[in-house]
């Protein structure tokens, strides 16, 4: 491996600083494959286009979530409000560290679905898989449409949860 550049170097951390600056959700992605679910936190999560409705996140192509999804073609994008922020930091640990996160966790089947849906989540979007790109970086990137969706907490966009709410970051 060659050594960066005092240019490299300088380029690298811009392109940190701003990939910092972008403001992401927390999100809690559920997926189920036959009668093996999995619960992870996520922010790499975005609308991508209006008609259809399509979502795309990314996926470490080692987790648990990623096997559900590659084989049930489906998953559910959880969204929480800010006071919910101790119900979905529950699912922030590996499976390997927590093997049965929905021990502790109240969930509905969703209506098309049937993938789990959390309780307390403010809303839900239910979606199947259109498309992947291995992004090269132990990442995929899932395009999914939505087919389902419900809103169970009204509230404003402001009182989305998101990582600066956790104080955490996950970016750059």
Same mark, same amino acid.
Not at 25 to 35: E, I, K, N, Q, V
């Given at each position: 491996? =060659?050594?960066? =550049?005092?240019?490299?170097?300088? %380029? +690298?951390? +811009?392109?940190?600083?701003?990939l910092n600056m972008i403001p992401y959700?927390?999100?809690?992605? =559920?997926?189920?494959?036959?009668?093996d679910r999995n619960v992870m936190v996520l922010n790499w999560f975005s609308q991508v286009s209006f008609e259809p409705q399509h979502i795309a996140i990314g996926l470490q192509k080692i987790s648990t979530t990623y096997g559900l999804v590659q084989k049930s073609k489906q998953f559910v994008v959880n969204i929480f409000n800010k006071q919910e922020m101790d119900v979905i930091k529950q699912?922030?640990?590996?499976?390997?560290?927590?093997? +049965?996160?929905?021990?502790?966790a109240n969930w509905q089947p969703a209506p098309v679905t049937g993938v789990p849906v959390l309780d307390e989540a403010a809303a839900y979007l239910e979606?199947?898989?259109? /498309?992947?790109?291995? !992004? /090269?970086?132990?990442?995929?990137l899932i395009l999914a449409k939505v087919v389902g969706a419900g809103?169970?907490?009204?509230?404003?966009?402001?009182? !989305? %949860?998101?990582l600066l709410d956790v104080g955490w970051s996950y970016s750059g």
């Open positions: 491996m =060659t050594e960066k =550049t005092e240019e490299q170097i300088a %380029l +690298d951390k +811009d392109i940190t600083g701003a959700g927390f999100y809690a992605l =559920t997926s189920r494959a036959d009668d699912f922030s640990k590996s499976r390997a560290k927590n093997p +049965d996160k929905f021990k502790s979606c199947e898989v259109v /498309g992947e790109l291995d !992004t /090269g970086s132990g990442h995929s809103v169970r907490a009204k509230h404003e966009r402001e009182e !989305t %949860l998101t």
